[in-house]
């Protein structure tokens, strides 16, 4: 079983910056995906980025290349997602989510068994 925990959302004006983090714990992580979605009110939940376990592979949603930043840190089980540029439509429950996965799969949601309890990030205009 793994429990991921998210921190760092919050309100932040548009064109600033938030880092989200989510730790990890229950057992090794070892070759774990870890992803990030997002979920926005009144739309479904959507890919935003993912990274492999060595953090040698990215793979970033349109929207967010070139403004968000996935890193890793194995030593702490912890996963980041630095989000610069922020824009309203960025507005959502950000969830990050974990498993052993192909890379064909890194963008599915429902391919990920092990989900956090989500944490909210606002950005105003």
């Known amino acids: 079983q793994v429990t991921l925990v998210e921190s760092g959302g919050g309100l932040v004006q548009a064109g600033g910056s938030l880092r989200l983090s989510c730790a990890a714990s229950g057992r090794t992580l070892s070759n774990y995906v870890m992803g990030w979605f997002r979920q926005a009110p009144g739309k479904e939940r959507e890919f935003v980025v993912a990274?492999?376990?060595?953090?040698?592979?990215?793979l970033y949603a349109d929207s967010v290349k070139g403004r968000f930043t996935i890193s890793r840190d194995n030593a702490k089980n912890t996963v980041y997602l630095q989000m610069n540029s922020l824009k309203p439509e960025d507005t959502a429950v950000y969830y990050c989510?974990?498993?052993?996965?192909?890379?064909?799969?890194?963008?599915?949601?429902?391919?990920?068994?092990?989900w956090g309890q989500g944490t909210q990030v606002t950005v105003s205009s």
């Open positions: 989510a974990a498993d052993r996965l192909s890379a064909s799969r890194w963008r599915i949601g429902a391919a990920y068994n092990y």
């Open positions: 990274i492999s376990w060595s953090g040698l592979i990215t």
